[in-house]
């Protein structure tokens, strides 16, 4: 793309789709870049894209992603005249004494805004984007964040040329007759600042300490009627102006005055430092650092593979409107002993890492999903990086558990509701500041909330609900908004996952951000996924190689002891730990694991299919030391006992005090498919039912008895077999019974009302003699008519014919003649039913009369 | 690669044989309580009550922590740096000490800790009037309550009120061909350095010396509490053969005898006798202005005992124990009332340096008889325990036992009575139960000492406290269910060293597969935890 803008170079730009058609390629690509969401859908032409730049969601949007210098600066520009020039613009910065740091960091304040199209036109001529102007300007209903009021032009539109005469005379000015000269030169005066000295000079002590209450805002203030002296005094020189009949204000020039030409009391033209942390316990070095977070690592590991492990033959139910219920959070951080905050971050880590999810059954439960098999073949390290990569690039904030959501229910672990946008960006960011401080240092946390707050000033207010006070003192003391708390979560956060130690990011941590500090700088440039993807696995990589060499070797040893316990001084590999932890019980967990020997641990071990001797063989291969005898001792005992008693399942037995005669119907081959199992000497049991039993023992030549429940035998009788009381059937004659007359008598009648309700002769509507119903077809007619004619019918005693629609809905013909019409109800004479029978007016979908012969 | 491994539940691994072992364990005895020592690896734990000894010993936080960061292997928790840092704070933030015109004044560092604990309703009895913002005056009386109480609402006082001098009374240590073992003198200066606390010592290393350290450093009139008049008689005996003391400076106070001199010894028995609500006997307590007081086998404390002694801690206050569990689970009690532990020897260090004898746990299992089994899984459960720690197998596995260690003087130790009778009937030997007198007992000793009897059958009656050095086998039929503690005392029993150095013998006899192998195996946790190995074998063997 070519320049575009037409516009001749060094002459100014009238609009802000001009100032955009003279910026070069890489200009436009830097505001789009800035600015992606002006990009969907890509504009058509530079002038949609000056438009669309110009929406206020859009400008919300830049003001909240600017840092607190560029913001102030923009507020700055809000509070200037339009087309301020720059010069005008450091001095609102700087004030009239000057800041060398202000202006120096002011160059930079302005192109940032230049670039994100919030400012443009050169520097003779700045421009803030009206709808910018709009958000950052003061007005009674918001005031400005700089804490100025209107100016005098502003505040002075409503009043009468009187009122602004005698101001003018009492501010020692020359009178004059045009208002708006008149309000020029109390501009003039109050910008002034020799003569404005000279005028406050002559002001009572009182009118100076009202001043200076109202001059670093809110610049409005209350008064009473009868105000007091020196609040006249002010008033009457216009250096306070009304803005309701309650309120005064300090017009803009006279604050601006007492401020020595300063928009804001403390501008904060650099990034507050992140300073390190006061030394706490065992003074940061980067090898104890590494070292401390890498054993943190492992028992992230451990955490996250016990809860999957306790789930491993599915886990709990999921709540129907999602996620975990409360009960099953505190389930977990028992079995992990640990806190709920921190069980909820395991699993929420797990979930994130796609270990851990719900399984869509109908009965709904959470269980380990398949890539959580693939993660435990990783090593530790690899297991850790890929851990630390999903926690890393998740939207899900657990921190957030258990508070409430706006309809005041809680968020529940694993549930909706627990994704923020903010987190990713807050947490790559907080673990930057890290990174910028010299390794093995912790960050103070106070100083590292201030940087981020700087950063972004407005995301932090807004998100918190609380205006932006240019106080210091009152930010850090303001309520914790959820920027904040996202980086005090991510502090906790990533400690307890071993990224950071004792406080300060760890090798592995730095080598996992490496790269994503790369992705995160190009994240407002739309990459490709996959490139994403690659550069976070290499990230994921290297921090995984960095990492090894901190974790302990696992071991294929363990200590044996005589009390029953075994030590790994050391994690263990993975098959030796698996086994062991179904032989024995795990006593302590940490560095080391300790174990306990149980009879229920043995016998467990035993259920699980080994043998006494498989033990002996797999406890004297992997201790260093002989296997104490009590050991030995105990694993004999419980094989000893175990399987003592057999426990199965039969259909049915046969038994029989002649051991031979089982015998021989244990050879028989057609005894076969009875799956007969000798048990005892004399008892067999059978796979067959009894009575199939029987039948095929009786075949067999035998003569079996069947034997009850208490073992006495059962007389064969025939067995007879009764259904539930049944009714006899009905007769069904050849055809329906003979009426009797009354019957008769009412069937005529009705079969002739019917007749007559089909045949009759309709006379067409007056209005519409076109529109005969066809036969069957109810009659339609609009409800004024309706009314008119059964009215009329009502009248004249005759027949009508109307269309009826019953309370359930069904269309029936029907002949009446009204009687009466009154609220909506016809009562009249049912030929069709041949009863007096009341029809509301409504139901009644239309009326026609019958040819007069009918009736 | 270090020796100890720090895990996240507080546990602290140590490898003994480890060539830094030694110096990792002076490091960490201090504040961690050794809580098993098995062959390979000991475990200590951090405890709050260790933490707080450690302090009241004068060591600090960062102490802990460098031992800790020093010796582990791997990373230690950050958290639980931190976390022994904070506990440790926690002491210390209020002491109890003497104002001239309040008397006893309790004074917080923390003003809001004071509050808290003043807000506590436990407290507001045992506290006076508000003397200014940060402290209190408490009443002289409620010493120790206070103590108890603030130690259970989490901020142990640091008590430096100090301690009554008591009436002097001369005392000297009469060491003639003698002398105090390196040990014994440790731990009599821990005790005088800290002002009161409890000694842990194994049964037989000599724990009656330590107190006689500790009064000839107190020099002044003594009450010695005891568990009963057996063991009354051996105190006095011992210390008139060990101290300057005579016969006359010693009085016994039991059931029988009610003497008060310099030297007092008391029984639990006659002190927590209770006649129409009250304890006639406590102005025992009051009769003298005692310098220091004595109670053997703390862990056996009584609940009154424990009352009374908290109106005593302006006297210094010394517990001797072997054995510091208790199955009431009172030790916090122990450490507010006596004072925190001040001396610590694992058995198998005192044994590797000869004081007490080597010794080899053998746990005899022994089957029931078909009848019996069916009558044991038949039995009422209150009756289950003495049905089949009394099975007539017992009988002939003890016989088996004492006829292979013919020649060797043998205790038979046991619950119940019937069966002891029977045991001694059996063995032709004489039976020491709660109804032979205190003369027939002395006299059996006596006997049994001399040689003259070389198998004597005892009940419960000396589980403590009973001098035997001669006896080098002990059978245990039965005893007080899981009792751990008894089973200490009765393998203490067997534990004075042998003239000729042989190792002593301790058999347990259980029915397998009762609650009686259950309750064994409880019992056997404490000494499995201080490295006695048990063996196990069958009853089979021992009789074929």
Known sequence: ?855 | MSCLIVQSDKTLLLEVDHELAGACRRAIAPFAELERAPEHIHTYRITPLGLWNARAAGHDAEQVVDALVEFSRYPVPHALLVDVAETMARYGRLTLSKHPTHGLVLTSTDRPVLEEILRSKRVQPLVGERIDADSVAVHPSERGQIKQTLLKLGWPAEDLAGYVDGEAHPIELDETGWALRPYQKQAVEGFWHGGSGVVVLPCGAGKTLVGAGAMAQAKATTLILVTNTVSARQWKHELVKRTSLTEEEIGEYSGTRKEIRPVTIATYQVLTTKRKGIYPHLELFDSRDWGLILYDEVHLLPAPVFKFTADLQARRRLGLTATLVREDGRESDVFSLIGPKRFDAPWKEIEAQGYIAPADCVEVRVNLTDAERLAYATAETEEKYRFCATTATKRKVTEALVAKHKGEQTLVIGQYIDQLDELGEHLDAPVIKGETSNAQREKLFEAFRQGEISVLVVSKVANFSIDLPEATVAIQVSGTFGSRQEEAQRLGRVLRPKADGHEARFYSVVARDTIDQDFAAHRQRFLAEQGYAYRIMDADELLS
């Open chain 1, 1 to 855: 793309m070519g320049r575009m803008g037409t516009t001749p170079e060094g002459s100014s730009p009238r609009t802000l789709a001009e100032a955009l058609r003279s910026r070069d390629d890489g200009e436009l690509a830097a505001l789009l870049r800035a600015r992606p969401d002006l990009l969907s859908p890509v504009p058509s032409d530079l002038s949609q894209l000056a438009t669309r730049a110009g929406t206020r969601a859009s400008v919300v949007r830049a003001l909240e992603r600017l840092d607190r210098f560029a913001l102030q600066t923009a507020e700055a520009l809000a509070v200037a005249p339009d087309l301020a020039p720059y010069d005008a613009l450091v001095a609102l910065m700087a004030g009239d004494d000057g800041d060398e740091v202000v202006e120096a960091a002011l160059p930079r304040a302005v192109a940032l805004l230049r670039t994100q199209a919030l400012v443009w036109g050169g520097d003779d001529r700045l421009r803030l984007v009206r709808t910018a102007r709009e958000l950052l300007a003061p007005s009674p209903s918001r005031p400005s964040p700089t804490g100025l009021g209107p100016t005098v032009g502003e505040s002075t539109s409503g009043m009468s040329p009187g009122r602004i005469q005698q101001i003018i005379t009492a501010a020692g000015l020359t009178t004059t007759h045009d208002p708006v000269s008149a309000v020029a030169g109390l501009t003039a005066l109050f910008t002034d600042r020799d003569r404005m000295a000279a005028l406050l000079d002559t002001a009572p002590s009182e009118a100076l300490t009202v001043l200076d209450r109202l001059v670093w805002g809110p610049p409005y203030g209350e008064v009473t009627s009868n105000p007091t002296p020196p609040v006249r005094w002010l008033r009457d020189r216009g250096l306070l102006l009304p803005a309701s009949p309650r309120t005064v204000v300090l017009p803009r020039e006279v604050a601006l005055h007492l401020r020595a030409g300063r928009a804001h009391r403390v501008p904060e033209p650099v990034p507050p430092a992140v300073r390190a942390a006061p030394s706490a316990l065992g003074e940061g070095r980067p090898q104890l650092v590494d070292a401390t977070a890498a054993g943190q690592a492992l028992t992230a590991l451990t955490a996250v593979e016990d809860l999957l492990q306790d789930w491993h033959e599915g886990g709990p139910a999921v709540l129907r409107a999602g996620g975990l219920s409360v009960r099953d959070l505190k389930r977990a951080a028992m079995a992990l002993d640990t806190t709920e905050a921190m069980a909820a971050f395991w699993l929420e880590l797990a979930y994130a890492a796609g270990l851990l999810a719900s399984d869509g059954e109908t009965d709904e439960r959470y269980a380990p999903t398949p890539a959580y098999d693939e993660w435990l073949t990783l090593p530790s390290a690899g297991r850790w990086a890929q851990l630390a990569q999903a926690w890393l690039t998740s939207t899900r904030t657990s921190g957030l558990v258990g508070s409430l959501d706006g309809k005041g229910r809680s968020y529940s672990v694993l549930g909706p509701g627990l994704d923020r946008s903010a987190t990713v960006e807050t947490r790559l960011r907080v673990l930057e500041l890290l990174a910028e401080l010299p390794e093995g240092t912790a960050a103070a946390q106070d100083t590292l909330l201030a940087r981020l707050r700087w950063e972004r000033p407005l995301q932090a207010a807004t998100a918190a609900n609380t205006i932006t006070s240019n106080n210091p003192a009152d930010r850090a003391s303001g309520p914790i908004d959820l920027r904040s708390r996202i980086a005090a979560w991510t502090l906790a956060e990533a400690e307890s996952m071993g990224v950071t130690g004792r406080g300060a990011l760890a090798s592995h941590g730095r080598a996992l951000l490496g790269a994503s500090a790369a992705e995160h700088s190009g994240a407002t440039q739309p990459t490709h996924q996959a490139e994403v993807a690659a550069v976070s696995a290499e990230a994921a990589r290297k921090a995984a190689a960095v990492l090894t060499p901190l974790l302990p070797e696992p071991l294929d040893h363990v200590l044996l002891q005589a009390d029953l316990t075994a030590v790994a001084p050391g994690p263990l590999k993975r098959p030796l730990a698996e086994t062991l932890s179904v032989l024995a019980d795990v006593e302590s967990k940490g560095g080391a694991t300790v174990y306990r020997f149980t009879p229920g641990s043995v016998r467990r071990a035993l259920d699980a299919g080994r043998s006494a001797s498989d033990l002996h063989a797999f406890l004297a291969a992997h201790s260093r030391t002989p296997v104490p005898q009590p050991l030995s001792y105990l694993i004999d005992d419980v094989a000893r006992r175990h399987g003592h008693l057999r426990v199965g399942t039969a259909s049915a037995y046969v038994r029989c005090d002649d051991e031979a005669l089982l015998d021989e119907i244990l050879a028989d081959r057609r005894s076969q498919p009875l799956g007969l199992r000798r048990i005892a000497p004399t008892v067999l049991a059978a796979q067959a039912e009894a009575p199939v039993l029987l039948d095929a023992l009786r075949t067999l030549g035998y003569a079996p008895a069947a034997e009850s429940s208490e073992g006495a035998v059962l007389i064969a009788r025939a067995h007879a077999r009764r259904t539930p009381p049944r009714t006899p059937p009905a007769p069904v004659p050849d055809g329906p019974p003979v009426p009797n007359t009354t019957l008769l008598t009412a069937a005529v009648k009705a079969i002739r009302a019917g007749d007559l309700a089909s045949t009759v002769a309709l006379k067409p509507t007056p209005s519409e003699p076109a529109q005969q119903p066809a036969s069957g077809e109810l009659p339609r007619s609009t409800p004024a008519e309706t009314l008119a004619t059964v009215q009329a019918a009502a009248m004249t005693g005759s027949v009508v014919w109307i269309g009826y629609v019953n309370a359930e809905g069904s269309a029936s013909q029907r002949v009446i003649a009204p009687v009466r019409v009154e609220g909506g109800f016809v009562t009249a004479y049912d030929h069709t039913a041949d009863e007096v029978r009341t029809y509301p007016l409504h139901r009644i979908t239309g009326v026609a009369e019958l040819a007069d012969d009918v009736s």
